[in-house]
């Protein structure tokens, strides 16, 4: 499965943004979900995880509360709704599909696609 996510841009602190991950495959809807994001000199960072039918999500301490993951699996797309953004959650984020293993390690994810950069002024 290929996999392109968007979305990402310029806000203020407050703000909001969405993120989307388009997929292509047929199996999309087979395959378990995250978001990753990884800001300058750091380590990629889980943000987010969906299992295949959208009934279970997980999500990193930093974000809980304000960011929601979803799905649609007829569009073969998943989303991340960004709110009460902070300038920490500034870095490139990640969409991320076929986890075997704990959702919140990035070696343990099959399927990556190029980042989209988040970036939040104070």
């Known amino acids: 499965v290929q996999l392109q996510a968007s979305g990402g841009g310029l806000v203020q602190a407050g703000g909001s943004l969405t993120l989307s991950c388009a997929a292509s495959?047929?199996?999309?809807?087979?395959?378990?979900l995250g978001w990753f994001r990884q800001a300058p000199g750091k380590e990629r960072e889980f943000v987010a995880y969906?299992?295949?039918?959208?009934?279970?999500?997980d999500y990193a301490d930093s974000v809980k509360g304000r960011f929601t993951i979803s799905r649609d699996n007829a569009k073969n797309t998943m989303y991340l709704q960004m709110n009460s953004l902070k300038p920490e959650d500034t870095a490139v984020y990640y969409c991320?599909?076929?986890?075997?293993?704990?959702?919140?390690?990035?070696?343990?994810?099959?399927?990556w696609g190029p980042g989209t950069q988040v970036t939040v002024s104070s």
């Open positions: 969906i299992n295949w039918y959208g009934s279970n999500t």
């Open positions: 495959g047929r199996s999309f809807s087979n395959y378990a």
């Open positions: 991320a599909a076929s986890v075997s293993g704990l959702i919140y390690q990035t070696s343990n994810y099959r399927y």
